[in-house]
């Protein structure tokens, strides 16, 4: 295949998920009506409205806040499309500096100097693809932006995870680590519906970068749905865990795996339990799971895509004399920034808050030096998370914006799709 086949080929690719990401959203925002004759957002061109006002209803109750973070949105659906996975940290390459000492994205860049190096590289090809969007024309910073926001959405697990077995002083230096990451309804994006995980080591290998004195860390990851039961053929790790060695089973038990998780996996008691995007545990469907939750004597990680989930939870938990250990914003949620399907001025990221409980009593807590250390004390919009990261100079760090004056009601009349 020459060099124009293998363009023509990409840029194939590229278009279908893009249509298909708009197909998603071809309907107004306000009644639901389809058809030709819908029309976007001037500014964002990321929501549709039938007509003009229902697109001054929705700018006045709530899309004049979320305008700009969509026009971010639609940067990340542009990187996510391209046929490529984002540069993943190489296995072995230690961190220079304790976990302390790296508390957000923009510290974590600045060790990882090569991801950022690629990125920009990789922003000079990109100019060859965005003809491919009808959003807002990306300029070079922009790419490089959402380039290393990718990287971001593949590694907030990990780095999220590592910042909790700091804050429960889990000491992995000491003795080998077990991790078990739960999830009952496969909203959890660590393993494809297949079950297989082939990137998954390259993803989890940073955990060992993080704690390089480290005896070995286990991860247990739960997939599959409630009716699925095959734990007794699940493949349980015997192998023995040594210094820097990442082991990592999958099992489809699903959400009862943990009621048995003592007698089923012997050999991996978990040191740390693992609710990513848990705000299914809360609902009132899932007492039992929640209940079987909350009366593991463990350290507990629960993270959530966005405020009113974190705040749903925090209540109920303040009402259940719950020992939150800490609870705030997540300095390494995922700064690709997500459209809600059925809400189209709605915005989140995977693991944008957390609560670290344990049932145990915790005596004391340290000063922690981090950003996260006091109950929602950082507040940040995702609008500005974008951009910060990899620079180090001091205008670098101004909170950058696409094009923040076509923010405005604005119906493009001759525009169908």
């Not at 922009?142 to 907030?156: M, Y």
């Not at 180090?392 to 004056?405: I, K, R, V, W």
């Amino acid at each position: 295949m020459n060099t124009i086949d293998s363009w023509s080929s990409i840029e194939a690719i590229i278009r279908q998920r893009l249509e298909l990401n708009e197909i998603d959203r071809r309907y107004c925002a306000v009644c639901g009506r389809q058809g030709p004759s819908l029309s976007r957002c001037f500014g964002c061109q990321m929501v549709y409205y039938c007509g003009e006002e229902h697109q001054i209803e929705d700018w006045s109750k709530e899309h004049a806040q979320k305008c700009t973070q969509l026009e971010w949105v639609a940067l990340g659906e542009f990187i996510q499309a391209l046929p490529a996975q984002p540069p993943l940290p190489n296995v072995g390459d230690k961190w220079p500096l304790s976990l302390k000492e790296i508390n957000n994205w923009k510290n974590w860049f600045s060790i990882r100097t090569n991801i950022v190096n690629l990125a920009n590289n990789t922003a000079n090809v990109l100019k060859n693809l965005i003809h491919l969007t009808d959003k807002r024309q990306l300029t070079h910073q922009n790419a490089v932006d959402g380039l290393l926001a990718a990287v971001t959405d593949l590694l907030t697990h990990v780095l999220t995870i590592g910042k909790a077995v700091v804050y429960f002083s889990l000491q992995p230096n000491i003795h080998p680590l077990v991790i078990h990451i739960l999830s009952g309804f496969n909203k959890i994006d660590l393993v494809p519906n297949n079950q297989s995980t082939p990137n998954l080591p390259a993803r989890f290998h940073e955990l060992l970068n993080m704690f390089p004195d480290n005896k070995g860390v286990e991860l247990v990851i739960v997939i599959g749905d409630d009716h699925q039961d095959d734990t007794d053929n699940s493949s349980i790790p015997h192998a023995k865990l040594k210094p820097d060695r990442l082991i990592i089973t999958t099992t489809g038990k699903g959400r009862q795996l943990d009621t048995f998780e003592e007698k089923r996996l012997q050999q991996s008691i978990a040191d740390l339990l693992v609710y990513f995007n848990a705000a299914h545990l809360f609902l009132p469907s899932n007492k039992e799971q929640l209940k079987s939750m909350l009366s593991k004597q463990r350290p507990t990680l629960l993270t959530f895509e966005d405020q009113e989930e974190f705040h749903q939870a925090q209540r109920f938990l303040s009402t259940k004399s719950v020992n939150i250990h800490h609870a705030g914003t997540n300095q390494f949620s995922s700064l690709i920034i997500r459209q809600r399907p059925n809400k189209p001025s709605s915005t989140y990221s995977t693991n944008s808050y957390q609560i670290l409980l344990n049932t145990t009593t915790i005596n004391s807590i340290d000063d922690r030096s981090d950003e996260n250390s006091s109950l929602l004390s950082h507040q940040r919009s995702h609008q500005s998370s974008i951009g910060i990261q990899h620079g180090y100079s001091q205008q670098q760090q101004q909170q950058q914006q696409l094009n923040p004056g076509l923010k405005q009601v604005n119906v493009s009349k001759d525009e169908k799709h």
